[in-house]
């Protein structure tokens, strides 16, 4: 099979008829020389560093050959589903930490084709002498700068060092304000850009919102109110932050999600899943959400704490407004803030209401199954099980995913109670399925 018969087959696999024009630029650049690929988050960079890594793969090579380096587990899961979905045939392995080493070790006892990982958890399996990288032709580094940025140098510099047969390196980033170390081996790379300038991005449209008092909470609701139920993404400097405003908008009635780095992989996982299928159209994070989350594209981003810097700015704001959408960024300044000075153009303001409207509530419900990946439960199987079983129509199932342990749908809001009386004494391929929503 040609190389362009082989991404053919992988595009049919994942229902994609076109690329787009970064993605084919990758592939037509080839795999013969290393390559330096730079583009927003959210514009397909995996499946433009995936689709050339296949055609490098062989079935005889039993060993690992290719290594992918992710700065966060969501991404790295991310990593691994889009690859799963491409339908190749390789084993592929990832890795990261929040959850038991033990399983990763008894999979990696049969070396898969592609391993991913997060940087400590790789070093740890490299310490731990439960992986060889000795067969390793192509390493690849997504977000490179943000791995940079959360301090995994040390980490990465050693990893690297045990690749003794590479042929080619990728580096991906959404910004180039990063040098790349000699450590990485890039030599005379194949560089590609796709940055927008986000501090001048047309179809940004970005307001100030002055909040009367140092404390935001109730301006950031009255803002929230005017979004009409669309997605919105807000901003916080601190973790305690988070939760704060988590806290007090769930009091308020309003469907939210918070997230940030000090919560447990399944938490993350949840909140992640419920943003994505729409029954929590409020996500609250810091900055760890501006980059390497598979995310969809937002409406609103919201700096309920201003940025630290100008990039963090730009990140951010990259979570709406991108691939030819619209999209509207709210600065909200209390009584001693002011307007950065790396805010291009004066953001207009955007004046609240008096009195605060009632926030539109989601159609949609996450219900939960207890049973994932690990039960050989597939995404196919949860879909006729609420179909066949719990009487829902096409439209009433909105985005399913499924987990290692667990498995998320979306369903219309007004069918929840009569799904779950349906299903509550059913099974699932002859296992019973306990359920929450």
């Known amino acids: 099979m040609t190389e362009n018969e082989l991404i053919s087959r992988a595009l049919k696999q994942v229902g994609i008829e076109e690329l787009n024009e970064m993605q084919r630029a990758v592939i037509e650049a080839g795999t013969a020389k290393d390559m330096v690929l730079l583009s927003p988050t959210g514009s397909g960079k995996t499946l433009a560093f995936l689709l050339p890594l296949l055609t490098t793969l062989t079935p005889e090579d039993k060993k690992i050959q290719a290594l992918i380096i992710a700065p966060s587990r969501e991404l790295a899961l991310q990593i691994e589903t889009v690859f799963r979905l491409l339908g190749s045939g390789y084993k592929v392995t990832c890795c990261y930490g929040g959850h038991p080493i033990r399983t990763e070790k008894k999979s990696l006892e049969h070396p898969p084709a592609v391993l991913i990982g997060t940087p400590g958890r790789l070093l740890d399996h490299l310490e731990r ?25 040390a980490e990465m510099k050693e990893i690297l060092s045990h690749l003794p047969a590479v042929r080619r390196r990728v580096l991906t980033s959404a910004t180039d304000a990063v040098d790349i170390p000699p450590f990485t081996g890039i030599t ?41 139920g669309e997605s919105a993404l807000v901003f916080c400097n601190l973790r305690e932050a988070v939760e704060r405003v988590s806290h007090y908008l769930t009091e308020r009635g309003v469907d939210n999600e918070a997230f940030h780095g000090g919560m447990e992989q399944p938490e993350r996982e949840w909140a992640l899943s419920k943003f994505r299928n729409g029954s929590a159209t409020v996500f609250i994070s810091t900055d760890l959400a501006s980059r390497g989350l598979d995310i969809p594209e937002v409406q609103h981003v919201i700096h309920y704490h ?11 704001n990259g979570r709406t407004a991108r691939m030819h959408a619209e999209g509207t960024a709210f600065l909200i300044l209390n009584e001693i803030e002011e307007v950065p000075e790396y805010v291009v153009r004066e953001p207009e303001e955007f004046y609240l209401p008096e009195q ?45 995913e499924v987990k290692e342990s667990c498995s998320y749908a979306a369903v219309k809001r007004n069918r929840l109670p009569e799904v779950v009386a349906r299903i509550r004494d059913e099974k699932m391929k002859n296992m019973r399925v306990r359920i929450s929503g």
């Open 306 to 316: 201003l940025p630290v810097n100008e990039e963090a700015y730009v990140h951010r």
């Open 129 to 153: 002498h439960t992986i060889d990288l000795d067969h390793v032709r192509t390493p690849i580094l997504d977000e490179f700068d943000k791995s940079l940025e959360l301090g995994f140098t």
């Open 356 to 400: 605060p409207k009632k926030l539109v509530v989601s159609e949609w419900v996450t219900l939960t199954l207890n049973r994932g990946k690990r039960d050989k439960v597939s995404k196919k199987d949860v879909v006729g099980f609420l179909f066949q079983k719990g009487g829902l129509e096409k439209d009433e199932l909105g985005v399913v």
């Open 188 to 228: 005379q790379p194949v560089r590609l850009s796709f940055l927008t300038d986000n501090r001048t991005n047309k179809a940004l449209t970005v307001y100030k919102v002055q909040s009367p008092v140092k404390d935001k909470l109730e301006t950031l609701y009255a803002l929230l109110g005017e979004l009409w």
